[in-house]
C-alpha cells in the first residue's frame, strides 16, 4: 500500500486538478503511481527522472511530458513551470534547483525517506514557495484513495518473483531496474 497512499495523499491535499501543473521526481514505485494518479485527477503531468531510460514507461503511464534531471538545461528551461512537484526518490537533491521550478505560490512535498536535506530559505520568500513533508494520511484517506482507484481502474506495476529470485531482485533494485513493485509468490517459500 506504501507507494500508492504515499503519492494519492499530496496530490489529494494540495487540490490537484484539471489547470494544474504536476511534476513527479522519480519513476520507481511510488513515482508511477503518482504519475497515475495526477493524470486521472486531471492534472498536466511531467516526470522529472535521472535519465531518459524510463521515458516510453512514463508517457505509458500518463505522463504528458518526461525530462532528465542529470541535463542542466532542464532546471532553466521548467524555471517557474509547476504548482506541486512530489519528490518520491530519497536521494539527496539540491532542493533549492528543485524549489526554482515551481511557479509563484507553488509546493514542494517530499514523500520519500531521504537523505538529509538543506535548503536557501530565499528560495521560499522569493516567490511564495513552500517546502512540505507527507507521510500516509489516515483510514479515512485510505479508502478514498481505493474508491479513487477503482473508479480510475488504477492499480501498481507489479513483478511476481518466486524466492528463489530474491537476490536477484534486490540487485535489479540497487540498479534502478524494477518496474516497478517486486511481489514474492509465497507458494515458491515451501
Same mark, same amino acid.
Given at each position: 500500500?506504501?507507494?500508492?497512499? @504515499?503519492?494519492?495523499?499530496?496530490?489529494?491535499?494540495?487540490?490537484? %486538478?484539471?489547470?494544474?501543473?504536476?511534476?513527479?521526481?522519480?519513476? *520507481?514505485?511510488?513515482? &508511477?503511481?503518482?504519475? $497515475?494518479?495526477?493524470? =486521472?485527477?486531471?492534472?498536466?503531468?511531467?516526470?522529472?527522472?535521472?535519465?531518459?531510460? $524510463?521515458? @516510453?514507461? *512514463? +508517457?505509458?503511464?500518463?505522463?504528458? &511530458?518526461?525530462? =532528465? /534531471? *542529470?541535463?542542466? =538545461?532542464?532546471?532553466?528551461? +521548467?524555471?517557474?513551470?509547476?504548482?506541486? /512537484?512530489?519528490?518520491?526518490?530519497?536521494?539527496?537533491? @539540491?532542493? @533549492?534547483?528543485?524549489?526554482?521550478?515551481?511557479?509563484?505560490?507553488?509546493?514542494?512535498?517530499?514523500? %520519500?525517506?531521504?537523505?538529509?536535506?538543506?535548503?536557501?530559505?530565499?528560495?521560499? +520568500?522569493?516567490?511564495?514557495?513552500?517546502?512540505?513533508?507527507?507521510? /500516509?494520511?489516515?483510514?479515512?484517506?485510505?479508502q478514498e484513495m481505493l474508491d479513487f482507484c477503482g473508479e480510475h481502474g488504477i492499480g501498481a506495476g507489479i513483478e511476481? /518473483?518466486?524466492?528463489?529470485?530474491?537476490?536477484?531482485?534486490?540487485?535489479?533494485?540497487? =540498479?534502478?531496474?524494477?518496474?516497478?513493485?517486486?511481489?514474492?509468490?509465497?507458494?515458491?517459500?515451501?
Amino acid at each position: 500500500m506504501r507507494g500508492h497512499h @504515499d503519492t494519492y495523499s499530496p496530490l489529494h491535499r494540495w487540490g490537484v %486538478g484539471p489547470g494544474k501543473k504536476v511534476a513527479i521526481v522519480g519513476l *520507481g514505485g511510488p513515482g &508511477h503511481m503518482g504519475v $497515475k494518479f495526477a493524470r =486521472a485527477m486531471g492534472a498536466e503531468v511531467t516526470v522529472l527522472s535521472q535519465s531518459l531510460k $524510463k521515458i @516510453d514507461d *512514463g +508517457l505509458r503511464l500518463g505522463a504528458d &511530458h518526461y525530462h =532528465a /534531471i *542529470g541535463d542542466p =538545461a532542464t532546471f532553466e528551461e +521548467l524555471a517557474g513551470a509547476f504548482d506541486l /512537484i512530489v519528490n518520491t526518490v530519497s536521494a539527496r537533491l @539540491d532542493v @533549492d534547483a528543485y524549489l526554482s521550478l515551481l511557479g509563484v505560490g507553488g509546493t514542494m512535498v517530499n514523500v %520519500g525517506p531521504p537523505e538529509p536535506l538543506s535548503l536557501n530559505v530565499f528560495s521560499l +520568500l522569493a516567490r511564495g514557495r513552500s517546502y512540505a513533508g507527507s507521510s /500516509i494520511g489516515g483510514i479515512r484517506e485510505t479508502q478514498e484513495m481505493l474508491d479513487f482507484c477503482g473508479e480510475h481502474g488504477i492499480g501498481a506495476g507489479i513483478e511476481t /518473483i518466486g524466492v528463489e529470485q530474491i537476490n536477484e531482485a534486490y540487485e535489479r533494485v540497487l =540498479a534502478s531496474d524494477v518496474r516497478y513493485r517486486f511481489v514474492i509468490d509465497v507458494a515458491t517459500l515451501a
